[in-house]
Nanobody, 123 residues
Framework: QVQLMESGGGLVQAGGSQILSCSAFGSIASIYTMGWYRQAPGKQRELVAM???????NYGDSVKGRFTISRDNAKNTVYLQMNGLKPEDTAVYYC?????????????????WGQGTQLTVSS
């Protein structure tokens, strides 16, 4: 089993910055992708940013140029630096890891989600 622990979020004024972090704990053999998703009230969960094993990054159109995803492989941690925040960025942010784990000598691949952290951007 893998557990994800998120930190960050909170209340931020429009135009401000915030950083989210998410660390994975468990018997991780490999990490394929690390990502951030968000879900606003009444809306579907959407991709914010993703970083793939080789380092390639993908961003949702609404955050390109404002948000930056990065990682610390040694700490199994992914970060989301958010600048130029807007009220429409208000949502619950979830981290997501696609990993393989080693248990009883067997590798298995699964996707794990963090518990979610609320970000509220005031106008």
């Amino acid at each position: 089993q893998v557990q994800l622990m998120e930190s960050g979020g909170g209340l931020v004024q429009a135009g401000g910055s915030q950083i989210l972090s998410c660390s994975a704990f468990g018997s991780i053999a490999s990490i394929y992708t690390m990502g951030w998703y968000r879900q606003a009230p009444g809306k579907q969960r959407e991709l914010v940013a993703m970083i793939i094993g080789g380092g390639k990054t993908n961003y949702g159109d609404s955050v390109k140029g404002r948000f930056t995803i990065s990682r610390d492989n040694a700490k199994n941690t992914v970060y989301l630096q958010m600048n130029g925040l807007k009220p429409e960025d208000t949502a619950v942010y979830y981290c997501n890891f696609d990993v393989s784990t080693l248990y009883n000598g067997k590798l298995s691949r699964s996707t794990y989600w963090g518990q979610g952290t609320q970000l509220t951007v005031s106008s």
